[in-house]
């Protein structure tokens, strides 16, 4: 594999630990609730997943369970994705999409979009997921309702965008870093024509507003951290919404304050373990994401990782392959989904 290939790889075994089936709600807690449907003690689920310079492609699989993605989930969501996943092998699935019901026995390629609630159960599966920002898409996809379309590979579209995430995933090791960008680029563009090709004509806007006002806030949180002045009141000028309905739609993620001290965080959090030559001293670190004073700087970073800067600094890399951050960002897979934006 060369070093261009980022790649991330999470195992969860009880036959190795105990707590495998627990790790793995609380690692899922943010996306949807997950039930399993076996005992804790036969838990199992790989995610195998590479970053295709901002589409995510993952393969996983798993035991018999079921997954519910609600309102809160969504409204608490900093990303803006939408999902295909392909099923590889499967004892079958079905599931409501906001009011479309879906199931195996309809195809091997099902659409999500991520931000509209679903619940859906599934036997031991696996499956080959790609997830990209709504952005990626064509423009015109804009316009049509695909939550919860189930696609036959034995389409024209279909049998492209399987094709497509087949061969990927078979190359992505041996891949250059401008192999993982065209093949990320032609992943949008075949999704887009299963969206096409597939989609409903959507009437009213059926994504919430609250959440696409909660995005947009975000967005312009993740592009400011580095302004001193950024504050609740520069993002509702941004927006130019009331105090109190911005209030109201960070409410789910603990205000809009808490959002934007743990986002500088998790870049400093980011930035000490990706200066392996220590080039940056701590404070240039904090000043660079917002934070004016050192000590309020250690005393919240501490807060958030239950260690200071320093003690991170001295851990180095290791520390996140030891997931200590685990609370927010458990594995890679799960961070580069929280920057599709």
């Known amino acids: 594999m060369t070093d261009s290939a980022r790649r991330d790889l999470w195992i969860l075994d009880a036959r190795e630990r105990a707590d495998a089936a627990q790790q793995y709600r609380e690692a899922c807690a943010h996306l949807f609730d997950v039930t399993l449907l076996t005992p804790d003690e036969a838990f199992y689920n790989r995610m195998e997943g590479y970053n295709l310079a901002g589409v995510v492609l993952a393969r996983c699989s798993g035991v018999p369970q079921r997954y519910e993605r609600r309102l809160s989930h969504i409204a608490a969501d900093v990303s803006d994705s939408v999902m295909a996943v392909l099923e590889l092998e499967s004892g079958g699935w079905r599931g409501d999409y906001d009011g479309r019901a879906a199931s195996s026995e309809m195809g091997a390629i099902r659409l999500i979009d991520m931000a509209r609630p679903f619940d859906m159960v ?42 497509h995430i087949r061969a990927t995933w078979a190359g992505a090791a041996a891949m250059s870093a401008t192999d993982l960008t065209l093949a990320g680029k032609a992943a949008a563009a075949l999704v887009s024509a299963v969206i096409l090709a597939h989609g409903a004509p959507a009437g009213d806007d059926v994504r919430p507003v609250e959440k696409m006002l909660l995005a947009s806030a975000q967005r312009f949180v993740i592009q400011n951290l580095s302004d001193p002045d950024l504050s609740p009141e520069t993002v509702r000028d941004h927006l130019g919404v009331s105090r109190s309905l911005l209030y109201k739609v960070f409410e789910p993620i603990g205000g809009v304050s808490a959002f934007i001290q743990a986002r500088r965080l998790d870049q400093a959090f980011d930035e000490i373990t990706g200066d392996q030559a220590n080039q940056q001293t701590l404070g240039e670190i904090g000043y660079r994401v917002g934070f004016r004073s050192d000590a309020h700087f250690s005393r919240a970073f501490r807060a958030r990782f239950g260690m200071t800067p320093g003690r991170l600094r001295t851990l180095g890399e290791p520390a996140r392959r030891e997931g200590l951050s685990a609370i927010e960002r458990p594995d890679d897979v799960f961070d580069w989904l929280r920057g599709l934006l």
């Open 122 to 163: 599934t036997e031991a599966y696996e499956t080959a997921h790609l997830i990209l920002s709504r952005a990626a898409l064509e423009p015109q996809t804009a316009d049509l309702d695909f939550h919860g379309c189930v696609v036959s590979e034995d389409s024209p579209s279909g049998r492209l965008l399987g094709s």
